[in-house]
């Protein structure tokens, strides 16, 4: 006998005798009046509640009867979470057996952390850091230093003092520089040599630092450095694989590709301290590796904080982040990592590069959605529309800070892979050459890149080094004059004669500006 909902079997009558076991078997002799007797159950009550309604809800409450299982299931609302029910089960959805029960579901708001940092402490503080509630309107505060001022905040925001409403976890760093009145810039060519390898196998990808431009032969496993207008090349160190990658940190040490450069599983590099010819191997396992013609890095690898190098590789929408510290002294200083989200899929020629914030930006050749912003902790954010005139087909490019400025050098022009570049004043979005610059000449080219990397000597000065591959390398540099604002006399200046008196760099030459009129390097007038 099966009882219906609502009710329950009790037994069996047959004749006068009565019978409780369901199923039951009998014997039949003659006829017989079976009759299944049942009775009906009391409705039970369950009762889920939620602590607050604007933090979630809760289905399953009702009418349930005796033997049934009810489940219950607890739903947070957008930036809230499931805690716990009142009987401690930490399941949002539970089954219990029915009876008069009620349950509370414990929602809460969930608790974000807001990070704030500053480029130098000594230049600024910043407030309103701590963990907060999801929807909170939270005030942050920019405070720099005498004589200081806030550039802007690493999501580029100008305004010192802001709110924010969290709705997740962020970080932000405020960027502090000198409080100049005035400032402007010069841009000179120091020299530049066209004898670099006619094959790219012997010459694909080079840095520069300290008036040295570094170049990896990639053919004869060696790096090769050039210092000068007629330097034919001087060998420089050997390097054990046959990768065309070198990279520099901002402390001037240089890593070296220690592979064949179309390995798909890049795990072997060699590490040259600033000044070094001596290389160390360093071997690691990429968590997302795919092959990567070209690497990048940052930070100081031989300090104990440690800096970075960069794989964005082949068919991957991450960046793959390579930490070493203390020159790999020990096992424990090489970790790696992935960085970033939804980046468009590299080709096998990437780069990546890093803004003064400590943000990557991540390029594939040819691609035009490159130039993508790459952030640990969001979606990738395209940054080429902030730029003027971006070249999207070549490889190559920097940031940093100068004279209060965030700048950029980056590939302009037309024609893909040779020497064009220029220099674009973000702050202010405006370029500071009037024409493009460029090595040799703008017509010989290469199949991917113009490299352009800086090194920054102090507050006003900064040199880029270039490496346009089968063209030229070249070494510029980059003045800047500032007015600070407790400065009432005459301007700090660098590379003027007198204040009437500088040079300027236009289509590649070098002018002179007197008294208003432009003159060559020879002296005659320019109309």
Request: proline share 2%; aromatic share 10%; with cysteine.
């Amino acid at each position: 006998a099966t009882a219906n909902r609502g009710y329950k079997f009790l037994n069996w009558t047959v004749g006068e005798t009565t019978y409780t076991e369901n199923p039951l078997t009998l014997t039949v002799n003659s006829n017989l009046s079976v009759t299944a007797n049942f009775e009906a159950l009391t409705p039970l009550t369950v009762t889920a509640v939620a602590n607050d309604e604007a933090l979630g809800t809760v289905t399953g409450s009702g009418a349930y009867f005796e033997g049934e299982n009810v489940t219950l299931t607890a739903t947070p609302n957008a930036g809230c979470e499931f805690v716990k029910w009142s009987n401690e089960a930490t399941d949002a959805t539970i089954t219990i057996p029915a009876q008069d029960i009620t349950l509370t579901a414990i929602f809460q708001k969930i608790s974000y952390t807001v990070t704030l940092l500053t480029n130098d402490a000594a230049k600024g503080t910043v407030t309103g850091a701590g963990s907060y509630t999801a929807g909170e309107e939270v005030s942050l505060s920019a405070v720099p230093a005498e004589g200081y001022k806030l550039l802007y905040w690493s999501d580029r925001v100008a305004e010192a003092e802001r709110t924010i409403t969290v709705s997740g976890n962020v970080a932000l760093s405020a960027y502090f520089v000198k409080d100049y009145t005035s400032v402007s810039y010069t841009v000179e060519k120091v020299w530049e040599n066209t004898n670099v390898p006619a094959a790219t196998t012997n010459g694909y990808q080079a840095v520069g630092w300290d008036g040295k431009i570094y170049m990896q032969d990639a053919g004869n496993k060696k790096i090769v450095t050039y210092s000068s207008a007629d330097d034919l090349g001087t060998d420089y160190a050997t390097a054990g694989g046959a990768g065309q990658q070198i990279a520099v940190d901002e402390a001037g040490n240089l890593i070296v590709f220690n592979a064949t450069f179309y390995s798909a599983t890049p795990n072997a590099i060699l590490i040259y301290q600033k000044g070094s010819t001596e290389g160390k191997a360093v071997s690691f396992t990429l968590p997302q590796p795919g092959r990567c013609d070209f690497f990048a890095a940052s930070g100081d690898i031989y300090s104990a904080e440690g800096g970075y190098v960069y794989f964005y590789c082949q068919n991957t929408t991450v960046v793959n982040r390579l930490k070493i510290a203390n020159g790999a002294a020990v096992e424990a200083d090489v970790t790696v990592d992935v960085v970033g989200q939804e980046i468009t899929a590299g080709n096998s020629q990437n780069h990546v590069m890093v803004d003064i914030f400590g943000n990557l930006v991540a390029v594939s050749r040819s691609n035009a959605a490159s130039w993508i912003n790459v952030y640990t902790n969001e979606s990738s954010k395209t940054f080429a529309t902030t730029l003027s005139g971006i070249k999207l087909s070549t490889l190559g490019g920097c940031s940093f800070e100068l004279g209060g400025k965030e700048l950029w050098a980056y590939n302009v022009g037309s024609t893909a892979y040779n020497s064009e570049w220029n220099l674009y004043n973000l702050t202010d979005e405006e370029f500071l050459s009037e024409t493009a610059l460029y090595a040799k000449n703008t017509t010989d080219k290469n199949t991917a890149a113009n490299w352009l990397n800086v090194q920054v000597v102090d507050e006003k000065t900064a040199y880029i080094y270039q490496f346009c591959p089968k063209v030229a390398v070249a070494v510029w540099k980059v003045i800047c004059t500032a007015q600070e604002k407790d400065d009432t006399t005459t301007p700090i200046v660098d590379i003027q004669v007198t204040p009437q008196v500088k040079k300027v760099v236009r289509n590649g030459q070098v002018l002179i500006i007197r008294d208003g009129k432009t003159y060559n390097m020879m002296g005659q007038e320019i109309r």
